[in-house]
């Protein structure tokens, strides 16, 4: 089975702290996603990457940064965590054929409900 | 990416047929449609895709119209735990910006009940 770990479930920060989310999967998957969920906004996608050391912005990447240095590995990055900031983080990963361009289905994490007080 | 339309809820009888709907009038040749589900505390997980034909797997049936502007998602035996907001997605193929990326509209809260 795939599997898609995010480091924590609950974590809580004060504002202008410094905030590391932690993503890992076991798939050797091209693409990885980093989402938040805020309740009557759905899912908003942040920032994506396609491939070791490749990123692009989402729809909501003000005040987030990422980093992939290993395919498995996707870190979203706060840099001075804000309260509207607040929010259930989710990491997701897929695979994608590069002949047919069909990406196929993401596999999601978990999530980590994050606090900024 | 096609918008897609579907209720805020519905509820279904345990055991008996769960029959979901999704709008998505404007989708074109080459966008798949996909559900997820996303049942409380957890992110959300992959049911079923197609793309003109009805597709069943393990979990779901997925049965697409003709015209592909809408598609009904099928639980054939539904149990509490398939309480859930479920969610119809349309994506189109990799490349020219749509890497892959999902767009969630609010889905629909489907309340299994004993």
């Known amino acids: 089975d795939v599997k898609v770990t995010q480091s924590s479930r609950y974590l809580v920060k004060r504002t202008g702290e410094k905030v590391f989310l932690e993503c890992v999967q076991d798939m050797d998957h091209e693409n990885m996603f980093w989402y938040r969920q805020d309740p009557g906004l759905g899912l908003r996608l942040i920032y994506f990457?396609?491939?070791?050391?490749?990123?692009e912005k989402g729809d909501i990447p003000e005040g987030y940064s990422v980093s992939r240095e290993k395919k498995e590995r996707f870190s979203l990055i706060l840099e001075s965590a804000s309260t509207n900031q607040t929010s259930m983080y989710l990491c997701a990963s897929s695979s994608w054929d590069r002949g047919t361009l069909m990406t196929y289905e993401q596999y999601f994490g978990p999530g980590t409900r994050l606090t900024v007080t | 990416d096609a918008k897609t339309t579907q209720p805020t809820s519905m509820d279904c009888a345990e055991g008996r047929a769960a029959n979901l709907p999704c709008n998505h009038s404007t989708i074109s040749g080459n966008e798949y449609v996909y559900w997820y589900r996303q049942i409380h505390s957890q992110g959300p997980q992959y049911i079923i895709h197609g793309l003109k034909n009805n597709e069943t797997n393990e979990m779901a049936s997925l049965i697409i119209t003709e015209d592909r502007k809408s598609s009904t998602l099928i639980l054939p035996h539904a149990t509490l735990r398939d309480t859930a907001v479920y969610y119809c997605?349309?994506?189109?193929?990799?490349?020219?910006?749509?890497?892959?990326?999902?767009?969630f509209g609010q889905g629909t809260t489907l309340q299994v009940k004993p």
């Open positions: 990457s396609y491939d070791v050391k490749m990123k």
């Open positions: 997605i349309v994506r189109g193929r990799h490349g020219s910006g749509n890497t892959g990326k999902l767009i």
